[in-house]
């Protein structure tokens, strides 16, 4: 089942894309209108992103919200779409993310997590041109992300002694028995703002599979880019 989220974002792409498929009907014989369409070429493009938190939802549909800080870089490449009459175009590339989070589970305990993992996504994207310099970009698609490393450092403090342990996020043992899993499959949608050469971005990411035994992941990140 969707979580509300999912449902907004998805709402909104939808009805983006089926107003400005109005306005390019309408438009589609010639008449004058701000509201233009564009479509380039292949372009290369990379990008920087932060998303402030990563939640989870478990199974029960409880959401936890973990302080979790992502950055992100990215480089994407962006072909037309063969034999489309709309601005359509594919998008495929890679993205390197790092969560990181320090917290403290217990008194005289602090921790920290890292988390580096490659997400590959595969979207489809519309370019809207509202001037020769602005073009609004609504796009949504599916990714596979491999979660490469990931440990927790903790310490424990007294006033005799300091002692600190590293653990493998994705070991049974060191889990509990909850480990992290190396494989994720999710779906992600948002909207780029590009102005000439550069944008910005917002983007909404979930994951299909589980993160945890009985959990899922969402990210919302915020984004600035380029095209090279």
Known sequence: ??????SLVFSLLVCITLGFNTLYAQNSNGASSIFKTTQEGTMHSAFASFSPALSTTANNNTTTYNNYQTYSLGYYITNPMPGASLPLMIESGITINWHHQDYSPAPNRSATEDIVSSKIPANLLMRIGLSPDFIISPYAGLFGKANLFGKRTQTYSSSAESKTETENLFDKGDMSGNPYKRILI???????????????????????????????YHLTSFGIGFIL
């Not at 089942?1 to 999912?6: D, F, G, H, I, R």
């Not at 992600?188 to 979930?206: D, H, M, T, V, W």
């Open 186 to 216: 999710g779906y992600n949608a948002g909207l780029r703002f590009q102005y000439s050469k550069y944008y910005a971005i917002i983007e909404y990411e979930s994951s299909f599979t589980n993160l945890t035994y009985n959990s899922k």
């Open 1 to 6: 089942m969707c979580n509300k989220n999912t």
